[in-house]
């Protein structure tokens, strides 16, 4: 073939090749939680004793592709002053500064850009968690189902309360209260459209 056809031949197939770049490049379908199908939830000990409780208002913006953790991203604002532990006085107790500080620091949020995977359909998001003023590093260990109509996203991380100024003064020993909270969510996420 002589390097005129050549050169035809390539130009005959670029935009073939464009547009398989194209596709390749499109980012994760973004995915938003659904309230009231979401949980996002923490486990801590009172004296020995577990208690649980939930965070009733939060949104969580997922783009994620198993195929393509380099252009995937987590993005969760929680509001914290809607955390319940089914006790009025913890409830009550959480709000001080002491503790998150309702008054000062009523959002928190968590971003992930670095995923990796783990095998059987596990993962883990390495991200950023902003809480009480506080930016810590998070690793969230997850699984990621998909349905015909949703996803379903569930996994949980463990925190050390006192890396983020939680529960000081008296609070900042394991005595009463100890120093690791479980956070678990159950999330199902549908499409939704950028903001």
């Known amino acids: 073939m002589s390097r005129i056809n050549a050169l035809a031949a390539l130009l005959c197939m670029l935009p073939g ?3 398989a770049q194209a596709a390749q490049a499109e980012p994760p379908t973004q ?5 009231g199908e979401s949980e996002l939830g923490f486990a801590a000990t009172w004296e020995g ?6 965070f009733n208002r939060f949104d969580a913006l997922i783009n994620f592709d198993p195929a393509d953790l380099v252009g995937s991203s987590f ?3 929680i509001d914290v002053t809607s955390a319940r532990t089914g006790s009025r006085d913890r409830d009550e107790g959480m709000a001080e500064p002491d503790w998150f500080d309702f008054a000062v620091y009523p ?8 995923f990796q ?6 993962f883990l998001a390495n991200g950023q968690l902003e809480l009480k003023g506080v930016v810590r590093p998070v690793s969230v260990k997850f699984s990621w189902d998909e349905l015909p109509d949703k996803v379903e996203l569930s996994g949980g991380a463990s925190i050390r309360r006192l890396d983020f100024g939680i529960g000081q003064g008296d609070w900042a020993t394991d005595e009463i209260i100890g120093l690791l909270v479980e956070v678990e969510f159950s999330l199902e996420l549908v499409a939704c459209a950028a903001p």
């Open 31 to 35: 995915r938003c939680s659904l309230p």
């Open 17 to 19: 090749l464009l547009t």
């Open 49 to 54: 004793t577990v208690f649980r409780g939930d």
């Open 117 to 122: 995977t783990l095998g059987d359909g596990e």
């Open 75 to 77: 993005d969760v604002a």
């Open 107 to 114: 959002l928190a949020r968590y971003r992930a850009t670095d």
